[in-house]
C-alpha cells in the first residue's frame, strides 16, 4: 500500500484514487490487473474522472466498466449490497454479483450501451439475496451511459436509491387503513370476518394468510371464526382445534393464559387458498392471542404468516401487532354494541309487551319485521306468517283503500293516520286507529315505517248510536210537526164541520126569531117564540159539547182536577164504549199525588198505547193498571190482540214509540214494549216519584224489550 501511495503521488493519472474512504482504500489495494480493466493508471480517462465522481457521490452508485460490466462502487452503495456481497462484489462482474436479478438488469444494461440514453425507474421491486434470505427490495435507480475517448459507451454508471423502508411502510400503512374502513363500518361479528378475510386476501405480500379461532365457552377447544390464504381444513387450518397430544397446535395455544408466540413450519403444510404465491413461501407464523373480554384469560387467537422476503424484526412484529389491536378494538366494540342492542331490543320489548295498543313495524322494501304480542294475540297471527296475503286476510275487504293511501304514505315517506277494521282471531272485525310514521336510522337513511294501532271500536259505535240518535231526532221531530199540523187539521175541520155548523143553526134560529118581532104587521106569538128559543138553545147546547169533546180530547180536564187515576178510569170508559174493546182497570187507592209533569207524561203514554191496541192489536179486551212500586210509579197496558214483532218495536221508525220513548226518557223513565204470552201486548213504564235526571248523555232513556234487563 505504501508503494502504491508513492506511486500516487509520483502518478499525476492516479490522483482520482486520492483521499479518503473505505471504498477508495479498497479500491486502491485491488488486483485490478487480474480483471479485463487493467492496473488504474491505464484506464482511460473518462473512466478515471467517472470513477472520482462516483467515490466522490453522496449517493449509493456503482460503476459497471467493460463488456463483462466489471463494478467498483462508493461507500454509500454498501449497505445496498449487504453483509452478503460486501466487499466480495468489488472488480468482479455485474452478473455475479446480482445473478439473482441479472435477467432484469441485463437488458438495461444493454440498452444504455446500445443507445447512449440513460434508463430510469422508481419503487422498483427486485428480490435481492442480500442477507441470509431472499429479500424484498424497493428501488429508485438511473443507468446512465459511459463513454471513452472516442465516443464508444464502454460502461455504466448506476445512481439508486433504497427506498423499500418508505415503500413498505406506505404499503403496509395502506393494509391498515383498508382493515380500519372495513372495520369501521361493521356492526356485527360477520361483517368483522369479512373486512379481516378481504384484507388478507388483497394483501399477500404482508399478509400471506391469515387464521382466527375463538375459544370455546368450555374451554374445550377453538372453532375456526375466519381464514383467508390458506384453504380451509388445511393442517394448519382445521376446522376445529381440540388441543390433543400430537396436534400441530397442541402446546403453541394457551386458552388459560393470552400468551403470544412464533412457529416455524414447513412449507408442505400449506394448502394456499389462492394458488401459489410468486415469490412468497413463509415459513413462520406468528400467533397473537385475542382478549377482547378479559385481559387476563384469551377469548381466542390470531395467526399471521410472517413476509418471508422482509426481516421478521421489531417493524413487522408491530405491523401485526397493530392488525391484532384493530380486529380486537373492533370486537370489543361490536360485542358492547350488541350487548347495548340487546339490551335495547329488551326494553323495546318490554314496553311494546306494556302498550294496551297494538303495534306493528315494517322494513324499507314495505315488508312487516315486527309485531307486537297485543298484534299477534288480537289476530292470531305469529310474525313469520306476516305478510301482504295476511294483511289482506285481517282487513276489512271494504277497508282496503286505506291499504292503498298506506302506500302512497310510504312511498312519500309521510305520516299517516288510518282508519279500518281488523279482524280478531274470533272473526270478529274491530275498527282500529292506526298511525304509521316513517323510522329513520342513526345516519338519517330510511330505515321502515312504525305504526300504533287503537281499537276505537266503541268509538265508532258511540258515534253510530249519536248519528242514529240524531238521525232518529229528526224523523220524531218532523213526525211531531206532522202530527201537529195534522191535529191543528183535525181541530180545524171539527170547528169547522160540527161547530160551525151548529153555530149557524143557532143563529139562523135567532135571525127567523129576529125577523118575526121586527115585523110590524106580524101577529105577536108567544108560542112561536119560545119554539123558536128552545131551537137555538139546543143548537148552543150541542156547541158546548163539541167543545167540551175537544177540550177532553186535547187534555182531559180530570186529570188536573181529579188526577191521573180518575183520567184514566174515564179515558178507558170512554175508550171502551167507543170501540167495544172491555177494558179492565186495576188502579192503586192511595196513589200520592204526582206533579203535572209526571202524570201529563204518564197519560200521553197510556193514550198511545190504547191508540195502538185500537189500530194494531186486533184486540177484544185490555188490562190497566197503575200503582207505585218503591219510590217509582208503574204504569201497565197489556191486551190479548196478535202481539208486536221483534222487527217493529225495535224499529227505529216507530213514531209512537219514539213518542213514548222520548216522554218516558225526559220523566227519568224506563219503557219496556214487547210480546207477552200466550198472545198480546204490554207496554210498560216506570217513572220516578219525584223528577231525577237520567237518561244517556241526550238525556234519552233507552227503550227495553221484554226479555232486557233493565
Known sequence: MNIFKENIAADPSLHFLQGEGEMRKRIREFDWSKTELGEPSSWPDSLKSAVAIMLDCGGPAYIAWGPHCIQMYNDAYISALGKRKHPEALGIKTSETWAEIWDFIEPLFTSVKETGRPVAMANKIMLMQRHDYLEESYFNFSYNPLADETGQVRGVLVLCWETTAEFVSYRRANVMRMLAQGLSDATNMHDIRIAFENTVLDNPRDLPFGLWYEIREDRSGLDLVAAAGIRKGSPLCPEFIDLKPGGFYTGLLDMASPVARSCAFAPILIHWERGTIPDINPQVMIIKPFCYSSYQRPDGYLILAVNPLRPNDAVQQDFLQMVRLHLENAVRRVRQFELERREQAHQFHTVMSALPCLVWMSDASMTCNFVSDTWREFTGY??????????????????????ERYRNAFAQRETVTLEYRLRHFSGEYRWMLDKA?????IHGEFVGYIGTCIDITDRKLSEQKILSSQAELRTLYESLETAREEERYALAREVHDQLGQILSAAKIDIKLLEEELKAADAPFSPQAVATELRSASSTIEQAIQVVRRLATELRPPELESQGLSVAIQWHASDFERRTRIRCHLSLEADMPHLNESTATTLFRIFQEAMTNILRHANASQAWISLGCRGNRVQ????????????KYRRSNRSIGLKGMRERAAIAGGRLVVGSVQPSGTLVSVNVPLVEESGGDAFGMAPLLHVGDTP
Open 635 to 646: 204504569l201497565r197496558v197489556r191486551d190479548n190482540g196478535i202481539g208486536i214483532g221483534a
Open 437 to 441: 310514521m316513517p323510522r329513520y336510522g
Open 382 to 403: 305469529r310474525l313469520e306468517q306476516v305478510d301482504q296475503r295476511c294483511w289482506k286476510e285481517v282487513f276489512h275487504p271494504d277497508d282496503a283503500g286505506e291499504l
